[in-house]
C-alpha cells in the first residue's frame, strides 16, 4: 500500500463507528486509505509521500449541502433589504443603493422578509411606488417564494391579470393587480418563467447575472467545507451554466441537480429528464432527482395547515394540486423509478405528501427510493413517525427555525400562532424515532455555513445569543455534524462514497480550526473552515489558515 498524503497530530472525528477515535487519515489517489492513531498506524502510512501536521486542528467529513440553491444564489447586484425592519428602512437601503446605481434602469433588491406589514397583510405597489416612483422597482422575499412590484414594474412585466408566467399575483376587490406576487419559486424559477422575465428585461434573469450568482456561490460554498452540494431546482437549459463553471473551473465541490417537475410537466419532460440521469452519471456532476412542490410557504399565508391561521382566521392555505391527484403523480413517478424532493411546509401538506408516498408503496411495493419531505416546518406530532416508517428523508434547514427568524413576534410564529409552536421543525423528536435528518442551509434563503445551521440546530436560540425558542427540539452536536455529512450523504443515495471517512470512500474532508464537538454550543458557527479536500486535493485554503 502506497499512501500519498498523511494527515496527522489532531482530531479526526471519523463519524465511522468502526474508528471513531481518530488523530490521523491517509489518503492515496482520490480515497480514504486508512483511519487511526499515527501510533497504530502501519508502516505505509509512517512513510505517506507528504506527511501534512495538524497542529492538533480538527478533521471532519465534507459537508454536504441537502439543499442549496447555488444557481440562484444571492445577487450582489441587487439592493439588499436582510435585517431591514421597517417600510423606512427599507426606503433607506433602497436610496442608498440608487446613489450607488445612478444608471440603473430597473430597482432590484432581495432579502425581503415580509416585515413592516399589519399581520397576514401583504406589501403593495403603492407603498414600493413611495419609495421608487420613477423606475420599475421588484423585490424579492428572502425567500425567493414572492415578488413585491411598483407599479412601473406591474407594467414593464406585463401584469395585468392572475395568472402569469412567473406567478400568481394578487388582485384587489376591483380586479387590478396589487403589486404582491406569489407561487414564484413555482412559476418564476421554472424553465418558462425564468424565460418570460428575461425576455421582459428583467436584468436579474439575464443569463450572465445568473452564471455570475452561480460562481459566486460555488465559490463560498466551498470555503464553507461543502464537498457535495444538492442544488435543488433546475431545469435542462441550467446545464449549461453547470458545465460552463466545471469547465471554467469553478465547480470545485461535487454537485447534484435535481430537476423541477412544475406544473405543466410532460411526459416527453420526463424522458428528458431521464436520459440527462443516464448522461451525467459521475461523482462530480450528477443529474437524478425530482423536485416538486405541494404547497408554499408560512409566512404570506400560502402553506397548507390542517387548522386556520392564527391571524386570518377561516384561512388554511392551500395545495398546489388534490390530494388524491398528488397520491397519483407521486405513485406514477416512484413507479418510474425517480426519487422525489417535495417542498412542504404547512402541516397540512406534509401529510399530503407522506399520504402519497404511502399509497405509491402500496401500489409499487417497496424500495430504497429514499423520497425527501424538504422544508418540513410545521409538522403534526402524529406524523413524526411516519417519516422513518415511510423510509422518507427528513431535509430539513436549522437555520430556518431561529427565533429572530422564525420565533415569537416574526411572522412566522405570529402566522401558525402559539398553540402550533411545538411542531416548529421537530428535530429532536424526528430522530428520536429514528428519521434520517438531512440537514442543509437552503442558501441564500439563509447563510451558508454549515457550521451555523449546526449552532442553530443546538441551541435553537438567536445566532447572536440570547433565549432559545422550542429548545426541547434541540439536537446534540453530533447528531446535527452526522445530519450535515452521513444524513444528507444517505439522503442522495451518496452514502457508499461519502458522508463519513471511511476507508475506500472518496477523501473528501474538512480541516477546522477548533473541535465543533467539545467547543462551546454558542461558539460553532465561530469555528474557521481552514480547508478543504475533495478527491484527495486540497482545493481551498483559507487566507488566514496558520
Not at 16 to 32: F, M, Q, V, Y
Not at 115 to 125: N, Q
Not at 303 to 311: K, R, T
Not at 386 to 413: K, T
Request: with cysteine; hydrophobic share 45%.
Amino acid at each position: 500500500m502506497s499512501i500519498d498524503v498523511l494527515l496527522t497530530g489532531g482530531v479526526v472525528h471519523t463519524l465511522d463507528a468502526a474508528t471513531p477515535h481518530a488523530d490521523s487519515i491517509a489518503l492515496t489517489g482520490d480515497r480514504i486509505a486508512w483511519t487511526g492513531r499515527y501510533e497504530d498506524a502501519p508502516e505505509a502510512v509512517r512513510n505517506a509521500t507528504r506527511v501534512i501536521p495538524l497542529k492538533g486542528r480538527t478533521v471532519v467529513p465534507g459537508f454536504v449541502d441537502a439543499h442549496n440553491h447555488v444557481r440562484l444564489g444571492s445577487d450582489a447586484a441587487c439592493a439588499q433589504l436582510a435585517g431591514a425592519s421597517s417600510m423606512e428602512e427599507i426606503g433607506a437601503r433602497l436610496e442608498a443603493w440608487r446613489a450607488d446605481n445612478p444608471d440603473a434602469t430597473w430597482v432590484e433588491a432581495e432579502g425581503y422578509s415580509y416585515t413592516g406589514l399589519a399581520d397576514g397583510a401583504h406589501p403593495t405597489a403603492a407603498q414600493l411606488d413611495a419609495l421608487v416612483p420613477d423606475l420599475p422597482a421588484v423585490v424579492f422575499s428572502y425567500d425567493v417564494h414572492t415578488l413585491w412590484l411598483n407599479s412601473a414594474a406591474l407594467t414593464a412585466l406585463g401584469v395585468d391579470g392572475a395568472e402569469l408566467p412567473f406567478g400568481t399575483a394578487e388582485l384587489d376587490a376591483d380586479g387590478r393587480p396589487t403589486g404582491f406576487v406569489a407561487d414564484f419559486a413555482v412559476k418564476g424559477l421554472s424553465r418558462a418563467g425564468l424565460a418570460g422575465l428575461a425576455a421582459r428585461g428583467l436584468p436579474w434573469a439575464d443569463t450572465g447575472r445568473q452564471y455570475g450568482r452561480l460562481a459566486a456561490s460555488l465559490d463560498h460554498a466551498i470555503a464553507c467545507g461543502i464537498t457535495t452540494v444538492v442544488e435543488p431546482q433546475n431545469s435542462p437549459d441550467d446545464l449549461a451554466l453547470f458545465l460552463r463553471a466545471r469547465t471554467e473551473q469553478r465547480l470545485r465541490s461535487r454537485l447534484v441537480l435535481a430537476m423541477f417537475h412544475g406544473p405543466g410537466t410532460t411526459e416527453e419532460d420526463r424522458r428528458e429528464f431521464s436520459e440527462l440521469a443516464r448522461t451525467y452519471a459521475d461523482d462530480r456532476l450528477r443529474v437524478g432527482p425530482l423536485k416538486l412542490y405541494i404547497d408554499d410557504v408560512v409566512e404570506p399565508h400560502t402553506a397548507a395547515l390542517h387548522a386556520p391561521y392564527a391571524n386570518e382566521p377561516g384561512h388554511l392555505g392551500a395545495t398546489y394540486v388534490p390530494a388524491e391527484e398528488f397520491a397519483e403523480l407521486v405513485t406514477t413517478l416512484d413507479a418510474d423509478g425517480f426519487q422525489l424532493f417535495v417542498h412542504a411546509t404547512g402541516d397540512r401538506g406534509i401529510t399530503t405528501v407522506l399520504d402519497a408516498v404511502a399509497r405509491a408503496q402500496a401500489v409499487n411495493g417497496p424500495r430504497d427510493a429514499r423520497h425527501q419531505v424538504v422544508h418540513v416546518e410545521c409538522l403534526r406530532t402524529e406524523d413524526v413517525g411516519r417519516f422513518a416508517e415511510l423510509g422518507v428523508v427528513a431535509c430539513m434547514q436549522p437555520r430556518h427555525a431561529s427565533p429572530e427568524i422564525a420565533g415569537p413576534g416574526h411572522a412566522w410564529a405570529d402566522a401558525i400562532g402559539e398553540q402550533r409552536w411545538h411542531q416548529a421543525w421537530p428535530l429532536r423528536s424526528l430522530a428520536e424515532t429514528g428519521a434520517v435528518l438531512a440537514l442543509s442551509s437552503d442558501w441564500n434563503v439563509a447563510e451558508m455555513e454549515p457550521l451555523v445551521g449546526i449552532q442553530c440546530a443546538v441551541t435553537r436560540a438567536p445566532l447572536d445569543g440570547g433565549e432559545p425558542w422550542m429548545p426541547e427540539e434541540a439536537i446534540d452536536v453530533v447528531t446535527a455534524l452526522r445530519g450535515y455529512t452521513v444524513g444528507s450523504a444517505y439522503a442522495v443515495h451518496a452514502d457508499d462514497d461519502r458522508g463519513t471517512l471511511t476507508p475506500g470512500k472518496l477523501a473528501d474532508l474538512v480541516v477546522l480550526a477548533d473541535d465543533p464537538v467539545t467547543c462551546a454550543p454558542e461558539s460553532l458557527a465561530k469555528i474557521d473552515v481552514l480547508e478543504t479536500w475533495v478527491g484527495g486535493e486540497c482545493v481551498y485554503t483559507a487566507p488566514t489558515a496558520p
